[in-house]
């Protein structure tokens, strides 16, 4: 049986020589999707700013009526909603304001709730409500903040420990192409306007933990190089490195893709942002483990003899002795 | 590293069909047949956003806490005072500032009275709750202990826990979580519940009952103006009240708690058919409110909850028995909600919910039978996949690939509530199915480039499984990471998601890297191939 060979063997693309326009490439990337969060923002959900979200299938239609929903729930004097499809064509999510704090936050939101949904019952009767999420002011401020700390958190922990595993200059080198990974998600959920919740920081979370597999196959591979290939000259490793591991990098991203394909064309579709957010960062992280990850240790001063143990002062002195260089 | 002694294959079989067959029960569940009665059922549990239900988060001000703590001190010095032989005279108590402070009326009473102040400020143990100090010979000043305080806040705080348990289970709800978080909230999750209006309207309700004396020398022009007579306290009538919008000037002191009820019953009046509540004080409150009713025949007194009157009807005869209604524009249901929460005593704190969140039980149907065709085809795909790139070795991915997918539902079958299955948790399931093959993947280059460099067969499988694994072990550790800071950090479907992935980083490496090497040296170990295709 003749088997299936993405990569061919002795396969050697010179992945670093373009190892400028690429990085390049990918800092402009970083720049406008930091410009977009700054100017357009991401679209936040009422776990981190708070309010009142009611979910909504019209069961039998082909596609939610938002026009019409809007003016009804208008009507009802609670400020304009935010209705925005979700998931399928006909499911929704209403996002209302909810007041600031006091005992009159919870009242309002419960009074809220029973009228939006009894009116639009009244209008749809074959209506399905699927949730109601209603946050406060101060709990959606908590919700973001542990969130970004965890991102903060996992981010450094990973570091560390890779740091500690090799050498501080792939600690470094892993911790960029993180901020690489994350900083274009978030550019696309900012471009896109996708919602943005609780569920996305997981997502954010598992691709670091994802996006790093990559990373370590590689430093692995160049940790092990480094001890046999003394004398090879540093950016000649890395692309050998990088051609040795690339038809196992390519598997293994084309079997997660397999797999989040399937689940973002058949999977619940309540789920689609997180799933979306996962599928962009194994792209992303597969790209940044081979382009940005790798170069930046020659960048980072990594040398031919990093993983060869420091001589001693006496070895030093022997090795003069002997008259060699 | 491949020999594998009888007993070796006999115990990874074993665990292996512990985890796996565990995931049986809930697979038979999902396509609707009966699992055999006489079989053990450890079933995968299902998060609130698959299962339907409703989650809350409830919150207390411990600022409350701590005015109410100044308010019994306040009360108890001018009794220890007044009871004094003879009385020490004091001024005003002032509670500004989060602090009790008075002045002696004559500085000799000093020693008398800091010796009588002493016992009210000790609490449990050697801990003081409040410190003492005297300022200018006659001024007292009492400030609680941030101990103190704390532990008031957290005896508080379980009373609270224990009176929400004990009003979710008078509403007759099925299997509810009740948990306290930090220091000052209250998780409440209810499977099933899908309009939780009653659930807050019950849980929103403190139900500090006080029957106090109406002041009935009060300017009504004084009372609409909120200027309150010495020695009095003005509260406005409820809501749907005959007299809402109005208020009531009652006496401050000399008034009934109702916390010393042994029960409340909703009822009806028989004369107008009206709803309202009947309560049922202990012998030592009904000895109280015989006392107060008696002594005030003829006196309109206020039924005041959670600091608004409720009603204000007249005392026509002494109440002896200790059994009283309470009457105030109820309905059914709210007289209802009124006599559960008297029951299950007042809260001590008011709780306010935070956060809620109530999924419907359809979408969580939908979402698993989605999320089930999405594993499949998946799996399906990446298996075909697998096949295709490394044959033989391709197939011995596929076996562990199943197995982990059933270790993983099993093993969560087996931890039961402590590992739901929620809607990111699935995505996760799939997720780690594509994850897992990276192990195999590893594995099968790495053995393919050993081959290549010219290694015998058996070296070269060696030689994969060997070189492969640091990679793995450290890929592993760096996804752990994250999915412990998941859990630690996220909220309920979240940390959902982390349970499976943590499970499935254990699982995968079994599977992927143990069972295959057990299956591959068998296979090498029966055939003797001279080469392998890879």
């Given amino acids: 049986m003749k088997l299936l060979k993405l990569i061919p063997d002795n396969t050697n693309i010179r992945f670093l020589r373009w190892r400028i326009p690429f990085y390049a490439v990918s800092l402009l990337l970083m720049a406008a999707s930091v410009g977009l969060l700054f100017t357009k923002g991401l679209n936040l959900g009422v776990d981190f700013v708070g309010g009142q979200m009611i979910r909504m299938t019209f069961v039998g239609q082909p596609a939610a009526p938002l026009a019409d929903l809007r003016a009804r729930i208008d009507r009802l004097g609670y400020g304009e909603p935010i209705i925005q499809q979700f998931g399928g064509p006909n499911a929704v999510s209403v996002r209302m304001r909810l007041p600031e704090e006091g005992a009159e936050r919870a009242a309002v939101a419960a009074r809220m709730t029973t009228q939006i949904t009894a009116t639009v019952r009244q209008a749809y009767p074959r209506v399905r409500i699927d949730g109601v999420d209603s946050v406060s002011g101060k709990a959606s401020d908590e919700l973001f903040s542990d969130g970004m700390l965890a991102l903060v958190l996992a981010a450094i922990g990973i570091s560390i420990y890779i740091w500690i595993r090799f050498e501080w200059q792939f600690g470094v080198g892993a911790l960029f192409a993180l901020v690489h990974d994350v900083t274009l998600t978030l550019g696309l959920f900012s471009l896109t306007q996708m919602e943005f919740d609780l569920n996305i920081v997981a997502a954010l979370l598992t691709l670091i933990g994802y996006s790093l597999n990559d990373n370590i196959v590689v430093y692995d591979r160049v940790r092990e190089n480094l001890m046999k290939y003394r004398k090879m000259p540093i950016a000649e490793l890395l692309d050998l490195s990088v051609n040795e591991t690339l038809s196992r990098t390519v598997v293994t991203s084309l079997s997660l893709l397999i797999t989040l394909v399937a689940l973002l064309i058949l999977g619940p579709d309540v789920i689609f942002g997180f799933t979306a957010a996962?599928?962009?960062?194994?792209?992303?992280?597969?790209?940044?483990?081979?382009?940005?990850?790798?170069?930046?240790?020659?960048?980072?001063?990594?040398?031919s003899d990093s993983f060869v143990p420091a001589e001693s002062a006496a070895d030093r002195q022997e090795r003069i002795a002997r008259g060699e260089a | 590293?491949?020999?594998?002694?009888?007993?070796?294959?006999?115990?990874?079989?074993?665990?292996?069909?512990?985890?796996?067959?565990?995931?049986?029960?809930?697979?038979?569940?999902?396509?609707?047949?009966?699992?055999?009665?006489?079989?053990?059922?450890?079933?995968?549990?299902?998060?609130?956003?698959?299962?339907?239900?409703?989650?809350?988060?409830?919150?207390?001000?411990?600022?409350?806490?701590?005015?109410?703590?100044?308010?019994?001190?306040?009360?108890?010095?001018?009794?220890?005072?007044?009871?004094?032989?003879?009385?020490?005279?004091?001024?005003?108590?002032?509670?500004?500032?989060?602090?009790?402070?008075?002045?002696?009326?004559?500085?000799?009473?000093?020693?008398?009275?800091?010796?009588?102040?002493?016992?009210?400020?000790?609490?449990?143990?050697?801990?003081?709750?409040?410190?003492?100090?005297?300022?200018?010979?006659?001024?007292?000043?009492?400030?609680?202990?941030?101990?103190?305080?704390?532990?008031?806040?957290?005896?508080?705080?379980?009373?609270?826990?224990?009176?929400?348990?004990?009003?979710?289970?008078?509403?007759?709800?099925?299997?509810?979580?009740?948990?306290?978080?930090?220091?000052?909230?209250?998780?409440?999750?209810?499977p099933g519940l899908q309009d939780p209006t009653a659930l807050k309207a019950l849980l929103g309700q403190t139900a500090k009952l006080e029957f106090k004396l109406v002041d009935q020398t009060a300017l009504p022009s004084d009372v609409a103006q909120g200027i309150a007579p010495p020695g009095t306290q003005i509260f406005p009538f409820a809501e749907g009240s005959p007299q809402q919008g109005q208020s009531l000037a009652v006496r401050r002191l000399g008034g009934i708690r109702g916390d010393s009820l042994t029960n409340a019953v909703a009822g009806v009046n028989p004369q107008t058919n009206e709803p309202l509540v009947n309560i049922q004080f202990d012998s030592q409150g009904g000895q109280r409110f015989a006392d107060l009713t008696t002594r005030n025949v003829n006196k309109p007194f206020a039924i005041i909850l959670d600091g608004k009157v409720l009603s204000a009807p007249n005392i026509n005869e002494p109440i002896l028995g200790g059994a009283a209604q309470i009457s105030g524009s109820f309905t059914a249901e709210s007289a209802n909600n009124l006599a559960i929460a008297l029951r299950s005593g007042a809260l001590p704190v008011d709780l306010t919910v935070i956060e809620e969140r109530t999924v419907g039980p359809d979408l969580g149907a939908d979402s698993i039978e989605k999320g089930a065709v999405a594993l499949l085809v998946g799996l399906g795909l990446l298996m075909v996949f697998m096949i295709l790139t490394y044959g033989r070795f391709g197939l011995y991915t596929c076996a562990s690939l199943i197995l982990n997918v059933l270790m993983i539902l099993g093993v969560m079958a087996w931890l039961g509530g402590a590992a739901a299955l929620t809607l990111p948790g699935i995505a996760g399931l799939v997720l780690t199915v594509g994850a897992a093959v990276d192990a195999n993947v590893l594995i099968n280059e790495r053995i393919r480039e050993e081959r290549a460099r010219g290694r015998r067969v058996v070296q070269a499988v060696e030689a994969g499984y060997k070189e492969a694994s640091r990679a793995i072990f450290d890929a592993n550790i760096t996804n752990t990471i994250a999915a412990v800071i998941m859990f630690m950090f996220g909220s309920g479907p979240i940390r959902g998601f982390a349970v499976v992935l943590m499970i499935g980083i254990v699982t995968s490496v079994f599977t992927a890297v143990t069972l295959t090497r057990m299956w591959v040296a068998g296979w090498l170990r029966r055939a003797r191939p001279a080469d392998i295709v890879l």
Avoid at chain 1, 278 to 292: D, Q
Avoid at chain 2, 135 to 160: H, I, Y
Wanted: aromatic share 6%.
């Fill in chain 1, 278 to 303: 996962i599928t962009m960062g194994i792209f992303v992280g597969t790209y940044s483990s081979i382009y940005m990850a790798t170069p930046i240790l020659i960048w980072l001063g990594l040398k």
């Fill in chain 2, 1 to 190: 590293m491949l020999d594998f002694p009888t007993w070796k294959k006999a115990w990874l079989w074993l665990v292996t069909l512990a985890c796996a067959l565990a995931a049986l029960p809930s697979l038979v569940a999902l396509t609707g047949a009966r699992w055999p009665a006489v079989l053990p059922e450890p079933m995968v549990n299902l998060g609130l956003d698959l299962a339907g239900g409703s989650h809350i988060l409830l919150e207390a001000d411990s600022r409350q806490v701590a005015q109410q703590r100044l308010e019994t001190m306040d009360e108890s010095v001018r009794a220890a005072m007044r009871l004094a032989e003879p009385r020490i005279q004091i001024g005003d108590i002032s509670t500004s500032g989060g602090r009790l402070s008075f002045m002696l009326a004559n500085p000799a009473d000093i020693d008398r009275a800091r010796e009588l102040l002493i016992p009210l400020m000790n609490g449990t143990g050697l801990r003081s709750d409040w410190t003492l100090s005297v300022v200018d010979q006659t001024r007292f000043v009492l400030t609680p202990t941030q101990a103190g305080l704390d532990q008031a806040v957290k005896d508080a705080m379980s009373t609270a826990t224990e009176v929400v348990r004990k009003r979710i289970d008078a509403l007759g709800t099925r299997e509810p979580t009740i948990i306290r978080q930090g220091d000052l909230r209250i998780v409440v999750q209810v």
